[in-house]
C-alpha cells in the first residue's frame, strides 16, 4: 500500500499546476468512474448485486432482456432505454427508498473493498491533498454513485439522474445519461450551480474512454486512465500523460 501511496503522489506531482496558474483559480479533479476507478463496469453488477440480495427469483427473468439487448446492438434502442429495462428486471417498479439507500451504501463498500483499483483510491487522496476539489462524472446512476463518493469523502457527484416517486426508487431517469457530449454539459451545470466560472477554474480530467473526448477537450490537462486502444492512440496523438493500472 505503500508503494501505491508513493505512485499516487508521483503522479499528482507529475500533473502539478504550472506557475502561470493563480491562486484564485478553483482547482478541479474531475474522474469517471468505470474502469477508471472502478476494475470493471458498475451498472450491470449492481443490479445482479440487488437481484440475488432481495429477490435472487428476478435471475430467472433476465432472457427477457434478449429483445431489448438485440434492439440496443442495432442502435434502436437507446442507451437509457436499455438500462431503464435491466433496472425494472432486476429490482422491479419500485423500490422504497429506505431499502434502495442500504443496498447502495452496501454496494459501495463491495466496491471499496475489492472493486476499486488501490492506485486510484490513493490518487484521489493525494488530489485533495493538493488542495484541489475533487468530482466524480458519470453515467452510473447518482443513487449509488453518491454512496460510493460518500465512502471516499467525496462531495461532488455529476451522475445520470435518478428518479423517485412517493417516496421509492423507479426505473427511469431524471436526466439524460451522463455519457458523452452530455457529460459534459451536465458538467457545465454542475460549475454553474456552483458558481464557478469556466475561466476561473483549473480542470483535470481522468478517464478510461474516448467517448469521455468533450470532457477531455474541456479540460485544462487530459489524463487517460487504463485506455481503451482508441483512447491510447489519442493520448499519443495528443501528447496526454497515460496511467495504466491494471494487472
Known sequence: MAQVQRQANDAARAFAQPPSLTPQRTMLSV??????LTILP????????????????????????????????????????MKQAMHRVAIGGALPEREAAR?????????????????GIALIEAERQQGRRVVLAT????????????????????????SWRDGHLIPTSASTNCYGADKRRMVEAFLQRAGIARDAAHIRFYSDHASDLPMFELADEAVAVNPSARLRAIAGVRGWPVLDWRR
Open 31 to 36: 474522474f469517471d468512474l468505470d474502469r477508471t
Open 42 to 81: 458498475t451498472y450491470t453488477p449492481f443490479l445482479f448485486f440487488a437481484a440475488r440480495s432481495r429477490a435472487p427469483w428476478r435471475l430467472l427473468l433476465l432472457p427477457f432482456l434478449l429483445p431489448v439487448a438485440i434492439l440496443y446492438a442495432l442502435k434502436l434502442v437507446s442507451r437509457r432505454r
Open 103 to 119: 443496498l447502495a451504501d452496501r454496494f459501495a463498500r463491495r466496491l471499496i473493498a475489492r472493486g476499486l483499483y488501490a492506485e
Open 139 to 162: 453515467a452510473a446512476p447518482h443513487f449509488y454513485t453518491a454512496a460510493l463518493a460518500r465512502r471516499l469523502g467525496i462531495a461532488d457527484v455529476v451522475a445520470t439522474a435518478s
